[in-house]
């Protein structure tokens, strides 16, 4: 991408301690509406942890939060230096070269994309639940359509002739129906028509379609397949339904690379200070060691393991 906008919802006293000139001039329209306040402050109460909520604290000031829009354009050939722009809706904060790359730090944007399955020619990537969108509309429509003959049929139908004058008359016995008789003839209660078997079979065939799709299996809905009587065969099954996960654990784990990559690059620059760290070894023996980000001396290379983040079994 040749640039990124990246939009998110910050407190007044944020704003304050960032951009002390600016925000005296917030107006009153830049601010989150009274809705929109408490849903920041229900979701910062629900997640309770820093890079979770809101930046620069909630609590009884959450409703007040501004909406901060970050414009990134890493350097390029028309733009050497790249652009970091910082603004509301009204009024421009700070505008400076791009943040990382005036420091030497060879980091693009501050966020990484996950996908579930890339799509190629889009920006979204695709999942499961988008190819469970047809049979599921499917089966919903077969169901609406069964239950509605079943409720329109169960209302019994006469064939009744005109002028029979036909009467109900209910006694200990159960209903009794008369009529005139003569020359006419004789009422007829209709049986309705079969309910069609191609609505059930719809009904099965979409069921089956999404089972299918989502990798769900008897095995992963913690049914015995029919003629499965070994343990290790039944995790077996439930290993192939879980094979479905291996596009976008993949995907993940190439994510993961980029943004421990980065992590280790702004590190390198930014930890100017020495700090303590705590290591475990492989017996669980704790160790201190003392690091600055110079120490990493360009190692910034990242390997997640192929594989490793698919689920473990002994099977």
């Keep these: 991408m040749n640039w990124m906008v990246i939009t998110q919802r910050r407190s007044l006293d944020w704003v304050w301690d960032h951009y002390p000139k600016k925000a005296e001039k917030i107006q009153l329209d830049e601010m989150a509406s009274s809705m929109e306040g408490e849903y920041w402050e229900r979701l910062a109460r629900m997640a309770n942890r820093h890079g979770y909520a809101l930046s620069g604290g909630g609590g009884a000031d959450a409703h007040e939060t501004v909406e901060i829009r970050e414009l ?3 350097p390029s050939n028309r733009i050497p230096k790249g652009i970091t722009v910082v603004g509301t809706r009204r009024q421009i904060l700070e505008v400076s ?4 790359a005036s420091q030497g730090i060879n980091v693009r944007f501050p966020v990484q994309r996950f996908n579930y399955c890339p799509m190629p020619g889009r920006f979204w990537g695709i999942s499961l639940v988008e190819q469970l969108l047809s049979p599921q509309r499917d089966y919903n429509r077969a169901r609406s359509q069964l239950i509605q003959q079943r409720d329109t049929l169960s209302t019994p139908q006469w064939l009744i002739p005109r002028g029979a004058e036909m009467q109900s008359l209910r ?6 129906w008369t009529y005139k008789g003569g020359t006419f003839g004789k009422p007829e209660l209709q049986s309705p028509p079969a309910l069609s078997q191609a609505h059930v079979a719809t009904i099965n065939d979409a069921k089956l379609d999404m089972q299918t799709i989502a990798a769900q299996s008897e095995a992963s809905q913690g049914q015995v397949p029919s003629g499965v009587r070994s343990g290790v065969a039944l995790r077996s099954l439930q290993e192939r339904d879980m094979a479905v996960l291996t596009v976008p654990t993949g995907g993940m784990e190439d994510s993961w690379v980029d943004i421990a990559e980065s992590i280790l690059k702004i590190i390198q620059v930014k930890q100017t ?4 760290i705590k290591l475990w070894g492989a017996v ?6 003392f690091f600055k980000g110079a120490d990493i001396n ?7 393991r192929k594989g490793s983040m698919l689920p473990k079994s002994r099977a």
Excluded: C, L, M
């Design 298 to 304: 360009g190692n910034t290379s990242v390997t997640v």
């Design 97 to 100: 070269d791009h943040k990382f």
């Design 72 to 74: 990134w354009i890493p």
């Design 284 to 289: 669980r023996q704790a160790d201190i060691n």
């Design 171 to 176: 006694n200990e016995y159960g209903d009794v």
């Design 273 to 276: 200070d020495q700090k303590a």
